[in-house]
Nanobody
Framework: QVQLVESGGGLVQAGGSLRLSCAAS????????MGWFRQAPGKEREFVAD????????HYADSVKGRFTISRDYAKNAVYLQMNSLKSEDTAVYLC?????????????????WGRGTLVTVSS
């Protein structure tokens, strides 16, 4: 069974940092683009960041550029999101995603696999 399992969420003060992890199982994701979306209460799910199959190309939402960094570890079949300078508006459930079909995750319809999410709460 293919699974994406997120961890690393929690409660942090504004200005703090968190590192999210997404562990993939059931198959290797080395040939898939991987990334993160988030969904705040009462809001639509939105793209946060992605990283290409080769790990060279990354994309970020404008709202997180310069603060968040995505990376992946092929040996561990995992993807990470380092989040710095967190703001209250970053509060959301963060979901890991992957696609075999598209080169990136800039469109939500590209997602082939979803994790269940991990909650990040930033207190002001």
């Amino acid at each position: 069974q293919v699974q994406l399992v997120e961890s690393g969420g929690g409660l942090v003060q504004a200005g703090g940092s968190l590192r999210l992890s997404c562990a993939a199982s059931g198959r290797t994701f080395s040939s898939a683009a991987m990334g993160w979306f988030r969904q705040a209460p009462g809001k639509e799910r939105e793209f946060v960041a992605d990283i290409s199959r080769g790990g060279i190309i990354t994309h970020y939402a404008d709202s997180v550029k310069g603060r968040f960094t995505i990376s992946r570890d092929y040996a561990k079949n995992a993807v990470y999101l380092q989040m710095n300078s967190l703001k209250s508006e970053d509060t959301a459930v963060y979901l890991c995603a992957a696609t075999d079909t598209y080169p990136d995750l800039l469109r939500m319809r590209a997602v082939d696999y979803w994790g269940r999410g991990t909650l990040v709460t930033v207190s002001s």
